[in-house]
């Protein structure tokens, strides 16, 4: 992986983010706090803005940087999460030390543990998780068996799309959407939906997949 992946995966991150806007605002009207869209916006648009003094760096303290800013810049629960997610992909690259698919699975995969352990939550709680867990887990089984990098990110879109429809049926443990119980039933998570527009705007920027 290299820092200029590392920077035009975050314009297509950002990108894919304006385009739902009004997806992501409805979502989280109905089970959120109403500003999910809003900080997913702010911290994308703040990476895309890093550019200059990130396209010098290594990966590893790419990301790290990035996940600075994050805590800094996203509000809500979200900062803090996405920002241990970052920091630990970026000290898990640095640890590992090689350019190997399997680094990055590694480096995924911690993150999202990371995230897990921050928010105190896992699979089946209707949050971003149902999303990444999955997502880590196919990403380490694949590249374990060395499958090719198309097949890699085809299958990483259609594991986040599940993941993410998955949580239409879950109730919520975490978050406010917690407190609505079986109400909240119906509704995907509105930051399950995000993960998997950013998980699919970073397969396609890897191979430039088309609609």
Known sequence: ???SFILNVAEYIRDAILD??????SLDRAIGDGDHYINMKRGASAIVEMRAELESLTPDAALNKIGMKLLSTIGGASGPLLASFFMSMGKTLKEKADDGAISYAAAFADGVKAIQQRGKAGLGEKTMLDVLIPVAQQFLT???SHTNTKEICASLI???EQGMLSTKALIATKGRAASLGERAIGHIDPGAK?????????CKQRLLIQD
Do not use: D, G, R
């Not at 739902?20 to 605002?25: D, R």
């Open 142 to 144: 694949l590249t374990a």
């Open 158 to 160: 259609h594991t986040a």
């Open 20 to 25: 739902h806007e009004s997806e992501l605002e």
């Open 1 to 3: 992986m290299k820092t």
């Open 194 to 202: 995000s993960c998997q527009l950013m998980i699919e705007a970073v």
